[in-house]
């Protein structure tokens, strides 16, 4: 079979130019960082790649969502606290009352009752992340409302019960909060303190109606802050193993997708020789032919 100059010219340029793709190619994968830069470079390590990062994608989500929910979990033990903290100092208010040496100073101790009340309903109204954490399911109106006279507290019309659960992974979710239903037994605890108050101010103050009831409402919200704080710290450790887990997939990701430097910094070499290599050849070879083939 004959083979002509142009057949030869055109396999010398369809080869240089094969070879200067490659070049191209291992310098935009040295740039990048990257060896699959779209999905047609290695099919299956692209599909690799698209799943991993879906993978990763989620986690992040999971992760976002563990931190939010420890957060808001922290925020209701820490309150509740608070409130269990406030009840025991209305105790210690009724068990002075109760004392014959300060049976004048009673208008005074109802005083200070209704300032604890309004405290008390100040924190059951706390917020997270712009929420109400005591609302249950209906977290953007406040759960507890003190009348202007300070005679009542009413709860939200709406209701302040319900769970509201985040999802941890696939299939995976958890209670993240505690109702003012539960944590707060509704209106009971305010009723309590009311009641204490005004049988203060009207004369009828008896300690024994009071303090053990004062003192089981607080040992209940200490209780429901235990199981808040037990809440967060399970949160805690979902977000830490959620967090090991996008490290692994982060390197195994690193390992498909990412360019091996020195490896690829050998071929560009190898490649750039060639290249040299096929220029001073086809410089030699090439234009010799052509003006043979013209004369």
Do not use: C, W
């Not at 008390?120 to 249950?136: H, P, R, S, W």
């Amino acid at each position: 079979m004959r083979i002509t100059e142009g057949t030869i010219a055109g396999n010398y340029l369809y080869n240089l130019g094969q070879t200067r793709e490659r070049i191209v190619k291992l310098q935009t994968q040295l740039a990048s960082g990257k060896q699959v830069l779209k999905a047609s470079d290695n099919p299956q390590s692209a599909d690799t790649i698209l799943r991993l990062t879906d993978s990763m994608n989620q986690r992040d989500q999971y992760v976002k969502n563990a931190i939010d929910a420890q957060g808001a979990a922290d925020t209701t033990s820490t309150t509740l606290g608070q409130f269990s903290d406030m009840l025991m100092s209305v105790k210690e208010l009724a068990v002075r009352a109760s004392s014959t040496a300060f049976i004048g100073d009673r208008t005074t101790f109802a005083e200070q009752a209704d300032q604890m009340l309004s405290e008390m309903v100040d924190i059951a109204n706390t917020k997270f992340n712009g929420k109400y954490v005591f609302g249950g399911t209906e977290t953007m109106k406040a759960p507890y409302e003190l009348a202007a006279d300070g005679s009542t507290v009413t709860a939200n019309p709406n209701g302040i019960d319900g769970v509201i659960k985040v999802q941890l992974g696939e299939n995976i979710s958890n209670q993240v909060n505690i109702s003012g239903e539960s944590g707060l037994k509704g209106t009971q605890l305010f009723d309590l303190v009311i009641q204490l108050r005004d049988s203060l101010k009207n004369g009828t103050f008896d300690a024994a109606n009071f303090v053990d009831k004062i003192e089981s409402a607080a040992d209940h919200t200490l209780n429901q802050a235990s199981l808040a704080a037990s809440y967060a710290s399970h949160f805690q450790s979902v977000s830490e193993n959620l967090d090991q887990q996008q490290l692994q997939l982060k390197q195994y990701l690193s390992m498909v997708q990412d360019t091996d430097v020195a490896e690829a910094t050998m071929k560009l070499k190898h490649e750039e020789v060639m290249l040299d290599a096929a220029l001073n050849t086809g410089g030699r070879v090439i234009p010799k032919t052509l003006l043979d083939f013209l004369r």
